[in-house]
Every structure is written in C-alpha cells, then in structure tokens.
C-alpha cells in the first residue's frame, strides 16, 4: 500500500525509528500505527539477536532506594556505543525499568521483565530501546534489603552501589553513602574475611606460597608466610577492613563504629559496565 511522508514522519517521531524502516512497517501493517509500531519492536528484537555476540560494555547503571532507604536496587542496561549510553533518552528508558524494579522489588531479573513500567511493561520499554537504538542490550539487575540502605551512582552512570546497614538514621545514611563511594572506588570482594569465597581464600594461599618458595624460603615456612600474605589480602579487599578513603589513618570498620558502636554493613551490591 502507498505510505504517505507525514505517516512516516509521524511514526519516527512516535518510535524513534529510521525513515525506511518507519515506511516498511507502515507498509507491513497497512498503516495501523500500532500495528507498525509492533513490527519495529520485532525488528528490534531481530537486531539484537543478530547482535548477540557483539560487546556490549557501554550502557547506563541506576541505583535507586525507597522512601524509607529499607529497600534499594540496582538496574543496569547494557549497549554497544556510549553514542547510546549518553542519549537521554536512553537514560530515561533505564530509569523508567529502574522505579519499576523499586516499586515492585522483584526476586529477579526474569520477574522484572514481565513488570509494568511506563505506559507498558519492562520488557516493552527494552524493546523500545532496542527499536531506536538497534543495539545489543543486556539487562542486569540487584536488590538488597536492611534496616538501612545507601546507594551510590558513579558520575555518567558508570556504576552503582548499595550498601546495607545495622543501623537506621539520618546521618547514619549519610555514612552508608560514605561508604557506598568507598566500594566504587576501591572494589572489595566481601564485607570481611568471612565474606570471601573458599576458592578465592585458596588461589591466594597457593599463591602466597609459590611466591615464598621463589624467594626461597624453607618449605616448612611456607604455609605461614602465605597465611600473613592472605590476611594482607583481606586487609585491602574486604570492605570493613579497607583503610578508609577519606582518612586512611582508620578502617572503614573503625568509621562507622565512631556514629555508633552497633554499625556494621550488611551487605553490599556492586554493579559496574565493562
């Protein structure tokens, strides 16, 4: 069927789709715009398919926490270009699947797909992405629950962070932002020693030892020598034992324990692109 130009205008403003491909799925649908609007969706869908194995290490990383900083989630859509990563209007669409997952705090990423969100549901707000953007995008996605929690988003939405706490206050949230920063900045595998995983423990442990033996030590000091390496380990990468970015002379432990003597961390969620 013939399309006319302002059909095709108006479509490309409506979805932010090209020219021909706005003329095609107008065609395609015979000028039903929702109908045109379901095949460039579709088309959207295809591209990503057929981007599947590309890179996509740009994109945008949202932490958000609710009214009562109880609850947080990070939300991460992943894209190909930071042409893309930088368009608002990308923003917008990673901010709208963003207050979807915090409304609803979903269990996972699968529940938070099936979500509404915005005039429609998540999935339906991707594919929007996707059929403006034609690019491989990947959804990631975080929750944590405390009796407080601070989140922090690293400027361009570079990455997110949330840190539970033991303990509620107003400036006690202030605190847990302190920290939220200090986890951006210098990326801890756990809370503490107890946090860390088995396999993590052990690499470094052989490690520790090989590098002794190297230096040739006794193999009978071995085992100890790896064990002092192991806990200079933990020292510089597990969160309460870090020295504190702004005042190395304590740890981050020692920080929160100066608000109150019950502060501790929960837990915390780290989301990066790359």
């Known amino acids: 069927m013939s399309v006319s130009a302002a059909d095709v205008k108006k479509l490309r403003d409506m979805t932010g789709a090209g020219m021909m ?7 395609e649908a015979e000028g039903d715009f ?22 996509a290490k740009e994109g945008a990383v949202i932490a958000l926490v609710n009214d009562d900083h109880t609850r947080g989630i990070i939300v991460k859509v992943s894209s190909e270009t930071d042409f893309v ?9 990673v901010q709208t699947i963003a207050q979807a997952a915090l ?24 594919d929007d992405l996707l059929t403006k ?6 959804v990631t996605y975080e929750r944590l629950e405390a009796p407080m929690v ?16 033991t303990v ?8 847990g932002r302190d ?31 090989e590098l002794a033996r190297q230096e040739g030590k006794p193999e009978a000091m071995l085992e100890k020598i790896a064990q002092g390496k192991l806990n200079r380990f933990f020292k510089d990468n597990t969160l309460l034992n870090q020295a504190f970015v702004k005042d190395n002379k304590q740890t981050v432990a020692d920080y929160l324990h100066s608000f109150d003597k019950g502060l501790t961390v929960t837990a915390f969620k780290h989301v990066t692109l790359g």
Do not use: W
């Open 21 to 27: 491909d706005c003329k095609k799925a107008l065609a």
């Open 103 to 126: 409304k609803h705090f979903p269990a996972s990423v699968e529940e938070l797909m099936n979500l509404p969100a915005g005039s429609g549901t998540v999935q339906s707000t991707l």
């Open 133 to 138: 953007f034609t690019e491989k995008m990947v």
């Open 168 to 175: 509620a206050s107003d400036t006690i949230y202030d605190a």
């Open 150 to 165: 601070a989140p922090y988003i690293h400027m361009g939405n570079k990455a997110g962070v949330l840190v539970g706490l």
């Open 179 to 209: 920290v939220a920063m200090q986890v951006a900045a210098m990326k801890p595998v756990a809370v503490d020693e107890a946090g860390v995983d088995q396999t993590i423990i052990a690499k470094e442990i052989e490690i520790g030892m």
């Open 34 to 55: 929702d109908s045109a609007i379901e095949v460039l969706r579709k088309k959207g869908q295809k591209v990503s398919a057929k981007r599947a194995d590309n890179d």
């Open 85 to 93: 990563s930088k368009n608002q209007e990308y923003i917008d669409g």
